[in-house]
């Protein structure tokens, strides 16, 4: 049974770094994709960054600012997030798509699996 569980977040000034991690548990497979999404109220849920085998990916918005990583067990996936801005608060998801096959499209549709979410707020 894949379960994924996020901490870490929390409330920021804007300028500041905060950290997320997503314990990742119940995977047979290594080609799978692991990916960070967020949410702000009354909006859709866009991705932010993503991880397998072949590479990393990020959306153009948080690129050169937010990491995402992998530690070796592939237990746990962080989220690096430097020079937080007001536009980068909302909730935060980790997702999984077991295929693995469209982890560059950075699509929510193609996650069959969530986490419950952590709250991220930038404050200006």
């Known amino acids: 049974q894949v379960q994924l569980m996020e901490s870490g977040g929390g409330s920021v000034e804007t300028g500041g770094s905060l950290s997320l991690s997503c314990a990742v548990s119940g995977f047979t497979r290594n080609d799978y994709c692991l990916a960070w999404f967020r949410q702000a109220p009354g909006e859709e849920r866009e991705g932010v960054a993503g991880?397998?085998?072949?590479?990393?990916y990020y959306a153009p918005s948080v690129k050169g600012r937010f990491t995402i990583s992998q530690d070796n067990a592939k237990k746990t996936l962080n989220l690096q997030m430097n020079n937080l801005k007001p536009e980068d608060s909302g909730m935060y998801y980790c997702?999984?798509?077991?295929?693995?096959?469209?982890?560059?499209?950075?699509?929510?549709?193609?996650?069959?699996?969530w986490g419950q979410g952590t709250q991220v707020t930038v404050s200006s």
């Open positions: 991880i397998e085998a072949d590479g990393t």
């Open positions: 997702g999984a798509d077991p295929s693995g096959r469209y982890c560059y499209t950075l699509r929510s549709v193609l996650m069959t699996h």
